[in-house]
């Protein structure tokens, strides 16, 4: 169990719901990416991403809903690439209460340009987020096997991502954000039909150009990443559980 802002998460070792403030919610199969990692050096994202400010970074193993995560984008068209921590889970600006963020840490890009909490983000609010890593749970006759997957190269990516700015009716905004799913590539498929959208560093300026606000313009960037490039381990059941945010989570199953 583990508290991050305020909310208390327990995540049961099945990945199927999530306890948030002692309150369950249903996590549906075949519908999320829920857990990934982001382990790389901050001097290694800075060059990889061409960003020239970056906080010192934590390496994180185990990165779950409603925590923090690292983000770039691009408010103008004039700026750079600007890093951002954003909440997982996007709270839309309309929203009246922020647990609805709880059931939007993702958003199937076959829906993305129809969902009332996605549409305006799709126009004018797209986002990278940062990440080396992430994990897939697949199903076996009595238990859940984690799998781990990431790039052959083991550098680290940017999901194709959205955000929102939603103000309490006191304090400070919340910024938040969710990661863009498809169906699986043949390597992922083996484990789990749906997989978050990996972008490649030749797309990334296209995906936050925020001139770019009609979704035709960018839907084409939205697919499968190339199984070819990509790798997957067998991982501890430790990473089931968000408390576990350490080393052994990544580590190849002996």
Request: aromatic share 10%.
């Amino acid at each position: 169990m583990e508290r991050k802002q305020g909310l208390l998460l327990d995540y049961p070792t099945d990945s199927i719901s999530a306890r948030i403030n002692n309150r369950i919610y249903p996590i549906k199969s075949g519908v999320m990416c829920g857990r990934f990692s982001l382990t790389q050096s901050t001097a290694t994202i800075a060059q990889t991403f061409q960003i020239a400010e970056v906080p010192t970074l934590t390496p994180r193993y185990n990165i779950a809903p409603t925590q923090s995560i690292a983000t770039l984008n691009r408010p103008d068209k004039g700026t750079p690439r600007q890093f951002q921590w954003m909440r997982w889970g996007l709270i839309p600006s309309w929203a009246k209460d922020v647990k609805i963020g709880n059931r939007l840490i993702n958003a199937r890009v076959e829906t993305v340009t129809e969902k009332p909490s996605f549409r305006d983000s799709l126009k004018h609010k797209r986002c990278l987020i940062l990440a080396d890593g992430f994990y897939e749970w697949q199903k076996l006759e009595n238990r859940k096997q984690p799998y781990y997957f990431q790039l052959k190269n083991s550098k680290p990516f940017a999901f194709a991502g959205l955000w929102s700015q939603w103000q309490p009716e006191r304090g400070e905004a919340i910024l938040s954000c969710t990661i863009i799913t498809t169906t699986a590539n043949e390597l992922v498929q083996s484990v789990h039909e749906r997989m978050p959208i990996i972008l490649s560093p030749e797309v990334y300026d296209r995906w936050l150009d925020p001139e770019l606000t009609h979704p035709e313009s960018i839907l084409d960037l939205l697919k499968p990443y190339a199984s070819e490039k990509m790798q997957a381990i067998p991982v501890s059941s430790l990473v089931n559980n968000p408390a576990n945010d350490r080393p052994e989570c990544v580590q190849q199953l002996a």
